[in-house]
């Protein structure tokens, strides 16, 4: 592990070198009891900046970059599987010296209860809609979805990777789409085009793996927003169905993208109870 700074009242960044040697950037804030925060998809590190400010003062918050992702280093996508991202994650707990909370957002809760069922050392999970699917509405992405999808990184067009993604695998509009390319963030989201495959790998065909879930015997929050799709809530019903130890909390006003001022003090209450 290389630190850049040692005084943990402030932000330190460090490198991991994960299971295949891939090095994993994680800032480290805080003093307290440990958090790990794992983003999710079309995410990195800095996105979850406000929360990170708001958890610091209770909590030594471990923010990382999943691998593709900001500072991390990168496998070869045709090397890619979501066994690489279980291994970053135990690697980024393993450093801590003690269990840890851990806060997965959307895909990074997949790989959280990936993680979980596994074994690797957790003293509560907290969650916020991880995206499987499961009715609702919501069409099956096409079954040569991901071919596509690998074919328009490779040739350097980002944007219409992205535009497939939220159109075929998430169900979003035009609208939605135009806002999207709209948003300041737009530069960074499309820097992030290529991790999209890995989203599609780790998520699946969009069925909740029962068996995996049914060993996350882990404290674990439920998070999901009063405002997000139908097929959204069925997936987090679903999953609460079938977590051994599960609370259940809803967002109201709130959709997929996760309020971090709101989820903070939901977050520390939480784990702190």
Not at 57 to 67: A, I, L
Not at 90 to 113: H, K, Q, R, W, Y
Not at 249 to 265: C, K, T, W, Y
Request: hydrophobic share 40%; charged share 25%; aromatic share 6%.
């Amino acid at each position: 592990m290389t630190a850049q700074h040692t005084d943990r009242t402030t932000p330190a960044l460090a490198t991991l070198a994960s299971s295949d040697d891939t090095l994993i950037a994680v800032e480290r804030t805080g003093d307290g009891p440990p958090v790990v925060v794992i983003s999710g998809g079309l995410n990195q590190r800095v996105m979850f900046g406000k929360l990170v400010e708001l958890l610091s003062p209770k909590f030594t918050v471990f923010n990382y970059d999943r691998r593709g992702r900001g500072d991390s280093g990168d496998s070869d996508a045709d090397d890619y599987t979501m066994d690489l991202e279980i291994d970053d994650l135990a690697t980024v707990l393993g450093s801590i010296g003690e269990p840890a909370f851990v806060f997965g957002n959307c895909t990074g809760g997949i790989l959280a209860m990936h993680a979980a069922a596994r074994g690797v050392p957790m003293r509560k999970l907290a969650l916020y809609e991880p995206p499987y699917s499961v009715g609702g509405g919501k069409a099956p992405a096409p079954a040569d979805y991901l071919e596509r999808l690998k074919a328009l990184i490779a040739a350097g067009r980002r944007e219409e990777a992205i535009v497939m993604f939220q159109k075929e695998a998430v169900g979003n509009g035009d609208g939605f789409v135009e806002r999207m390319r709209n948003h300041p963030a737009w530069p960074v989201i499309e820097g992030l085009a290529h991790t999209l495959v890995y989203e599609r790998v780790i998520v699946g065909d969009g069925s909740v793996p029962a068996d995996v879930v049914r060993k996350v015997d882990v404290p674990t929050l439920m998070m999901e927003g009063g405002d997000s799709p139908e097929w959204q809530r069925l997936a987090c019903a679903e999953l609460l169905s079938l977590l051994p130890r599960a609370e259940h909390l809803v967002l109201e006003g709130h959709s997929h993208m996760f309020p971090q001022a709101v989820g903070a003090p939901l977050l520390e209450k939480f784990f702190l109870a």
